[in-house]
């Protein structure tokens, strides 16, 4: 018996680093789940053939989380396609690091998009559906980021801050309607995106963090499986950081 068993999960970013790991984990608990990908079609594909034996329903979908009209669609589509969403995770994020002093109102647009209007575009669609069911799990990925700031990720960190405060907002305005909002803080976990960053960078996050260790996707997945299970039922408005006490 798996702890998500009878549950559907949408997800977005599904296709690739921790999405990737929160698909496989959520279905190896036994939720159904409805991911989303933006250009990794074939790598997406690939993920389902992967976990077919798992006996849990997959599906991929090519929606793009910064637009309100693809995202309201997307909703409609996996509501039609599975009949209901117990749990929204907010995860589809991007990077455009740059010091402010060359940051382009492009770079800061695209960021604020990817990472936080999407969570905006999710939760406004996913929200009604939830009450209607009288229950709900939205988890947001955010960033320690988010907390302390990093020179060169004004834009990112910007984006990963706003996201505590919509937490926050959504866990007080749907508590009554038994749906809760929380977010998760992951430190340095080794996916594609930190490949990006230069040495350097990844050094300072490396002498920084006690445990001497990136995290792995599948980390901050076992977090995800957490929030969205009864285990966590009174657990409304909170952050969980998974980063080894990196600046803590
Ligand atoms: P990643 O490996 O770069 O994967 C990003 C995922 O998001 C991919 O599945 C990508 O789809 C999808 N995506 C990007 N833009 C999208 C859009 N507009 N609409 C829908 N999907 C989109 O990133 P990651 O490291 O797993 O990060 C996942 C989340 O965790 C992000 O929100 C990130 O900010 C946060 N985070 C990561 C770290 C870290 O150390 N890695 C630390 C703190 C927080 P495609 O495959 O189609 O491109």
């Given at each position: 018996?798996?702890?998500?068993?009878?549950?559907?999960?949408?997800?977005?970013?599904?296709?690739?680093?921790?999405?990737?790991?929160?698909?496989?984990?959520?279905?190896?608990?036994?939720?159904?789940?409805?991911?989303?990908y933006?250009?990794?079609?074939?790598?997406?594909?690939?993920?389902?053939?992967d976990?077919?034996?798992?006996?849990?329903?997959?599906?991929?979908?090519?929606?793009?989380?910064?637009?309100?009209?693809?995202?309201?669609?997307?909703?409609?589509?996996?509501?039609?396609?599975?009949?209901?969403?117990?749990?929204?995770?907010?995860?589809?994020?991007?990077?455009?690091?740059t010091?402010?002093l060359?940051?382009?109102e492009?770079?800061?647009?695209?960021?604020?998009?990817?990472?936080?209007?999407?969570?905006?575009?999710?939760?406004?669609?996913?929200?009604?559906?939830?009450?209607?069911?009288?229950?709900?799990?939205?988890i947001?990925?955010?960033?320690v980021?988010g907390?302390?700031?990093?020179?060169?990720?004004?834009?990112?960190?910007?984006?990963?801050?706003?996201?505590?405060?919509?937490?926050?907002?959504?866990?007080?305005?749907?508590?009554?309607?038994?749906?809760?909002?929380?977010?998760?803080?992951?430190?340095?976990?080794?996916?594609?995106?930190?490949?990006?960053?230069?040495?350097?960078?990844?050094?300072?996050?490396?002498?920084?963090?006690?445990?001497?260790?990136?995290?792995?996707?599948?980390?901050?997945?076992?977090?995800?499986v957490?929030?969205?299970?009864?285990?966590?039922?009174?657990?409304?408005?909170?952050?969980?950081?998974?980063?080894?006490?990196?600046?803590?």
């Amino acid at each position: 018996m798996g702890l998500l068993n009878g549950k559907t999960a949408l997800i977005t970013g599904g296709s690739r680093g921790i999405g990737e790991a929160i698909v496989r984990k959520f279905a190896a608990e036994g939720a159904n789940v409805a991911f989303t990908y933006i250009s990794s079609a074939d790598r997406s594909n690939a993920l389902i053939e992967d976990l077919k034996d798992t006996g849990v329903t997959l599906k991929a979908y090519q929606s793009d989380a910064s637009s309100y009209e693809q995202s309201e669609e997307l909703v409609k589509q996996v509501l039609e396609d599975f009949g209901q969403v117990d749990v929204l995770i907010n995860n589809a994020g991007i990077t455009r690091d740059t010091l402010m002093l060359r940051m382009s109102e492009e770079q800061w647009d695209a960021v604020l998009k990817t990472n936080l209007k999407s969570v905006f575009n999710l939760t406004k669609h996913i929200l009604r559906p939830m009450m209607r069911n009288r229950k709900g799990s939205i988890i947001n990925m955010s960033s320690v980021v988010g907390v302390f700031g990093n020179a060169g990720q004004a834009n990112y960190a910007a984006s990963k801050a706003g996201i505590f405060g919509f937490t926050k907002s959504i866990a007080k305005e749907v508590g009554s309607r038994n749906i809760r909002c929380n977010a998760i803080a992951p430190g340095f976990i080794e996916t594609d995106m930190t490949k990006e960053l230069d040495e350097k960078t990844k050094e300072a996050f490396l002498a920084g963090i006690p445990m001497k260790r990136l995290g792995q996707g599948e980390e901050v997945a076992n977090t995800c499986v957490f929030l969205a299970s009864d285990h966590s039922s009174y657990i409304s408005g909170q952050t969980l950081s998974v980063c080894g006490a990196l600046n803590c």
